[in-house]
Each structure stands twice: as structure tokens, then as C-alpha cells.
């Protein structure tokens, strides 16, 4: 039958051509083993954190230092102030206000606090507001302050708070960044820029050789450079897509494949590829009279016979499973293993891609092993033109 032919080419053309999959599968394993172990590209994800951190909320930042600044100002000239000398502020502003009073209470208006009036500041400390500093703390997700001590320690509240969130794990990189608080914060970041750009120079090892993290292209007179992060991200995206894709073609093939085998019930006129391998007996090419005295039996359904041979057609379905299993297992086995070892850092993106993916590929596989079980334990004879199986 020309169509069962056909079908088993294809199936060979799809075994053959499987092993570039399992090579990219392998590759995954490889290259996202490699990026685990190495630690300066864990490095490199905190560091891009924080400057993302840094940067979300860069304008909020920058009024932040302004206000701790103020707010260290305004302690310093109080201190540089004696008692004596704020006694006498004092009071000198007590009179001012009492004397201001007298002339409203005879214009008919209210009197001014003197103790609230005493407590405002200089016009210079007008932004050390406790609405204007809580405004800026929640901005920066900080707690609410009751008093204008919320501005003391409001931007080095929020940098430590990034430098733990984003380095967390890194004690080097933690006690590096704690120390550069007083730094103006384009300093902090250009510092983790170029540590970044060092990480990038870096190398990993793949299939045991020493690949650099940035891997140098051209198109023409274009010349430019990819990075093995990129190539990892892109790749749990799109592996699990061709996987799907693959397999699908693979076990629909085959499905088909052994539908005509059943309906041409001749395994002489499939294609002879590694999963057509059947228990199969040709009466033209029996030479003893007991053979041919067993096939008759076969034919008519001896149970004594038929059970004799069948241990043989479970020996060929064991064998082509175990084919389908193994090439299953390293093309799927080596990507979703890859997969789990950097499970932390995927996103809910990735996440339904690999789960939607991965439950096709249990579907595909398990449909395949159920065409391949529906002749599990068949026997295949012909005699002449006619062809059966039991």
C-alpha cells in the first residue's frame, strides 16, 4: 500500500532528524546548568534589580536626600545654638506675639497659638513638613512619620531597604553597597553599571568549554553581540513550543503509520525503519512441516499455539516502546530538568508557557504508546494474498 510507505518515510525522516532536538534540549541543560553555577550571573540579576529599583523611584529618591539633608541642617544649627541663647529666642518671640496679640484683640481678631507659633521653623526648613516628608516616605513605601524626625534617616531608609531586597544572598555585594550610601546616587549607579559590563565580559562553561557571555556576530557590516542570558530566556520560550510541535508531528506520523499497518495487516509493504520491528510469519517462507502445522494452528485460533508465540510480539512491542521512550525522554527529559534547576527566576509568562506545553507533551506521548499498545501482543500472517493478524 503506497500510503503506508509514504507514512513510514516520514516517520524515519522524523526519527533522524529528532537528534537536532535532542542536541538543542541538551544544549538548554548545558547552558542553564552552566548559568546556575555561575555566580556572577546571579550577581548580575541583583545588580540590574537594584538599579531598576533605584530608578523606579529615582525623583522621590532625589527629594528624599534633599529632605535628610535639610533635616541634618536644621539639627546642626539648633546645636550650634546654647540654652541661654535659645532662652532668649524664646522669649524675645513670646513677647512679639504677645504684643501682636494685644493689637488683634482690638481689631476683633482671634489670638495666634504661641506655643504652635514657637514650634515653626525657619522659612529655609519650610519642606521639613511632617504632610510634606510622609508625602515622600509613602512614595517610597516608608511608614508615616508622627513628627519631622521622619526626614533623619528617610533616603538611607529606602537605599537600605533596595540594597537588602535586590542583593540579598551576596554578603560582598551587601556590605559594598551599604558602605556608598553617602554617595550622590549616579555614582551608585554607575558603579553597578560597570560591574555589570565586567560580569558580561565573563565566560560560563558549555558541554565542559569555556563560552564567553557575550557571543560576537555579524550581519554584513554589522557587527554586534549576544548574550548566553538572552539566548537562555529566549530558549523557554520557544523549546517548549517546538517540542509541542515536534512531538506532535512525530506521534500523529506514527498514529497514522500504524493504522494502515492494521488495516493493510502486511508488515511486508511498511517501510523498514527502527519502529517497524513486528512478529510476523510468511506460510511461502516456512520450510518444515511443523512450522507450517503451527501456522495453521495460528490461523485457526489455536489458544495453545498462539500463546507460545505471543511472548515473541510482547519482546517487539517492549522494544519499540522502549525506542519511543528513550527518544521521548531525551528530547523532553534535558530541557525541563534544565528548566527546574532555574525555576526561581522564571515569570508567570514562562510559567504557563512550560505548564500548557508540558501537559501537551504528556497528551502526545501518552497517545503515541497507546497506538503503539493497540498492537501490543499481535501477530501478523500472511499467506499468499492474504494477510491477518491475531
Not at 498492537?375 to 500472511?382: D, V
Amino acid at each position: 500500500m503506497e500510503h503506508l510507505s509514504e507514512v513510514g518515510k516520514r516517520v524515519e525522516r522524523l526519527l533522524y532528524s529528532s537528534v537536532i532536538i535532542i542536541l538543542a534540549s541538551f544544549f538548554f541543560y548545558f547552558l542553564s546548568s552552566a548559568i546556575t553555577l555561575d555566580n556572577n550571573g546571579l550577581k548580575k540579576t541583583m545588580l540590574t534589580g537594584f538599579i531598576e529599583g533605584i530608578n523606579e523611584r529615582r525623583e522621590s529618591l532625589d527629594i528624599a536626600k534633599v529632605l535628610q539633608e535639610k533635616y541634618k541642617q536644621y539639627v546642626d544649627d539648633n546645636k550650634k545654638k546654647t540654652d541661654a541663647q535659645k532662652k532668649e529666642e524664646e522669649d524675645k518671640k513670646r513677647l512679639e506675639i504677645k504684643n501682636i496679640n494685644k493689637s488683634r484683640v482690638k481689631l476683633g481678631l482671634p489670638e495666634i497659638n504661641v506655643e504652635k507659633k514657637l514650634e515653626e521653623k525657619q522659612s529655609s526648613y519650610d519642606d521639613l513638613d511632617v504632610k510634606n516628608i510622609n508625602l515622600i516616605r509613602s512614595k517610597l513605601g516608608l511608614k508615616n512619620s508622627l513628627s519631622i524626625e521622619g526626614a533623619k534617616d528617610v533616603y538611607n531608609e529606602f537605599y537600605f531597604s533596595l540594597v537588602y531586597k535586590n542583593l540579598y544572598g551576596d554578603k560582598d555585594l551587601i556590605d559594598t553597597y551599604l558602605s556608598k550610601v553617602d554617595l550622590p546616587i549616579n555614582e551608585v549607579l554607575i558603579d553597578a553599571k560597570n560591574r555589570i559590563k565586567i560580569f558580561d565580559n565573563g565566560s560560563v562553561k558549555v558541554f565542559d568549554v569555556d563560552t564567553p557571555i557575550q557571543i560576537p556576530f555579524s550581519l554584513g557590516d554589522m557587527k554586534s553581540k549576544v548574550s548566553l542570558y538572552n539566548i537562555e530566556s529566549a530558549g523557554i520560550i520557544f523549546m517548549p513550543v517546538l517540542l509541542v510541535i515536534w512531538i506532535g508531528s512525530l506521534s500523529m506520523t506514527r498514529i497514522r503509520e500504524v493504522y494502515y499497518i492494521k488495516k493493510v495487516k502486511n508488515i511486508a509493504k511498511s517501510y523498514p525503519h527502527i519502529l517497524n520491528i513486528y512478529y510476523f510469519v510468511d506460510r511461502d517462507m516456512l520450510e518444515n512441516q511443523k512450522e507450517i502445522d503451527d501456522f495453521n494452528r495460528m490461523r485457526i485460533g489455536d489458544p495453545a499455539i498462539i500463546k507460545q508465540n505471543r511472548s515473541i510480539s510482547v519482546i517487539c512491542f517492549l522494544f519499540r516502546a522502549g525506542v519511543l521512550l528513550t527518544l521521548l525522554l531525551l528530547m523532553t527529559a534535558p530541557f525541563y530538568i534544565g528548566v527546574f534547576r532555574i525555576f526561581n527566576s522564571l515569570n508567570i509568562f514562562n510559567l504557563m508557557i512550560l505548564f500548557v506545553c508540558g501537559f501537551i507533551n504528556i497528551i502526545q506521548s501518552m497517545s503515541l504508546l497507546v497506538a503503539e499498545f493497540s498492537i501490543f501482543r499481535k501477530i501478523f500472517l500472511t499467506e499468499g494474498q492474504a494477510n491477518e493478524y491475531i
